[in-house]
């Protein structure tokens, strides 16, 4: 946690000399939703497969409670992230707020969960196929980044 410093505000001197200094330390409890490191908040959200790759403009919460809407760009990526800026904690030192910074999960959809959607999921599996078709091969071994 952070500690905060009071000066002359601890207990009263010995034989009536000044006041110590009081030293606070602050714990944050952990939110339901928001990871804070530092000035900034960490939000994970979940976005459609065709979201991450068509794009979109999601609608997200803040700490305040008020609700923003962020774009996702096109491409986007399992674990990718997207970062609103100000959007985060007051800074401490200066002025300002952090960042927040959303952390992007894909929610992939399982055939047997899309039968109520789509009949009994022979649609879907025909759309996906002919999807697979289309793009290109991954690289399917990944360099490690250092």
């Known amino acids: 946690g952070s500690r905060v410093f009071v000066e002359g505000k601890g207990h009263a001197g010995l034989y009536g000399g000044p006041a ?3 030293y606070l330390l602050i714990k944050v409890r952990p939110h339901h939703l928001f990871e804070r490191r530092g000035d900034n908040l960490y939000l994970d959200i979940n976005i459609k497969l ?3 790759v068509l794009g979109a403009e999601v609608e997200v919460p803040t700490l305040t409670g008020e609700r923003i809407k962020v774009r996702i760009p096109p491409g986007t990526k399992e674990g990718d992230t997207v970062r609103v800026e100000g959007k985060g904690m007051p800074r401490l030192r200066g002025s ?4 927040l910074i959303l952390r992007i999960h894909i929610d992939v959809p399982k055939l047997g969960l899309m039968d109520k959607f789509f009949g009994d999921g022979r649609r879907l ?4 196929e002919e999807l697979d078709k289309l793009l290109p091969e991954p690289q399917r071994i990944r360099t490690r980044q250092p």
Do not use: I, R
Request: charged fraction near 30%.
């Open 125 to 128: 599996k025909q759309l996906l």
């Open 96 to 99: 300002g707020f952090g960042d």
């Open 50 to 52: 065709t979201e991450a």
């Open 20 to 22: 110590g200094d009081l």
